[in-house]
């Protein structure tokens, strides 16, 4: 399910590290193609936190089940009003602040939230078309994230969180 979704969300935003033009609105680097997938009930991957490698469409694991994983899990299922145990995968966008904050100063956080807005409709449409069930979250715990990535909490943290899942069977009538 993981790697067919990021494949199609990769293929229709076109982010990757090589500079084609994006089919969706976007600064020049935005900084947010930062994509981690923290895994909790996924057929075929150990649960933990992976890093998504959209150029070469591979995931890598950067650690198993930790404190700070279970953390965001329990956060990120706070925030949907769901049990941990329905919690399938999240997908947590991050940014690179200073790369965007050189050049547009004091609108580089807005442009960065404009742009995890995009990424979001991607994923909304891509998750709909494939019958998964979609859901963006309005929290996170950055801190943790950044303990739970490995990285410095001042250069690169989230900025997005997304819940994906399997859809409920339930026939849609349109």
């Known amino acids: 399910m993981i790697f067919c979704f990021c494949s199609s969300v990769n293929f229709n935003s076109a982010a990757t590290s090589e500079r084609i033009t994006h089919s969706r609105p976007a600064v020049s680097d935005p900084g947010t193609d930062h994509s981690r997938i923290l895994v909790n009930a996924c057929e075929g ?10 150029p070469h469409h591979r995931l890598g694991r950067l650690c198993g089940r930790t ?3 279970e953390h ?9 009003d769901i049990a941990v145990e329905r919690v399938q995968v999240v ?5 690179r602040f200073q ?19 995009v990424v979001y409709q991607t994923m909304y449409l891509t998750a709909t078309a494939m019958d998964l069930a979609p859901c963006a979250l309005g929290g996170g715990d950055a801190e943790v994230f950044a303990h739970a990535a490995g990285t ?6 989230s900025v ?13 009538h349109e």
């Open 67 to 69: 404190g700070e994983v």
């Open 160 to 172: 997005g969180e997304f819940l994906l899942g399997r859809g409920s069977g339930v026939e849609r």
């Open 99 to 117: 790369r965007l904050a050189w050049k547009y100063a004091s609108i580089a956080y807005a442009l960065i939230l404009k742009h995890v807005g």
């Open 72 to 80: 965001l899990l329990a956060d990120d299922a706070a925030s949907a």
């Open 91 to 95: 997908i947590l966008l991050s940014a």
């Open 152 to 157: 410095d909490y001042y250069a690169e943290t």
């Open 45 to 54: 991957l150990p649960a933990g936190l992976y890093h998504y490698d959209a």
